[in-house]
């Protein structure tokens, strides 16, 4: 699977959320290692706290199903430049998913790939649980 598609997957999430508040459409597209793809998008409720990402989405998705090795994810959005994950995303990246490609694609279809840890440098994770 080669990023662009995955990249397009992602657009492609990312015309089904339901941004009900913000209005901010987010699509992620993940790629396993044996190369199946989970997606998911950004759900709004109104009860902030409780809204989920699209990267969270497609991660959980994916866990749910049994994966356990990541290879990348795009994230697509409603923005004009690349949209980054935010921090719980990152977060929920490194432990998850570990150091995989982070595909962030702009509203000219450009990618910008980060690796996850270049992302969120010194990252928390299970070796600084004792």
Do not use: W
Request: with cysteine; hydrophobic share 40%; charged share 25%.
């Amino acid at each position: 699977m080669d990023y662009l598609s995955l990249a397009k997957q992602a657009v492609e999430a990312k015309s089904k959320a339901l941004p009900t508040y913000s209005k901010f459409h987010v699509g992620a597209a993940l790629l396993t290692t044996d190369n199946k793809i989970y997606s998911g998008c950004n759900i709004e409720n109104s009860s902030y706290s409780l809204t989920i990402c699209a990267e969270r989405t497609a991660i959980f998705k994916a866990i749910s199903e049994g994966e356990r090795k990541f290879k990348a994810i795009a994230i697509a959005a409603d923005a004009e430049s690349f949209c980054p994950p935010c921090g719980a995303c990152r977060q929920i990246i490194s432990d998850l998913c570990g150091d995989i490609d982070v595909i962030m694609i702009d509203q000219d279809d450009n990618l910008k790939i980060m690796k996850t840890s270049e992302l969120l440098p010194l990252a928390f994770g299970d070796k600084d649980l004792v």
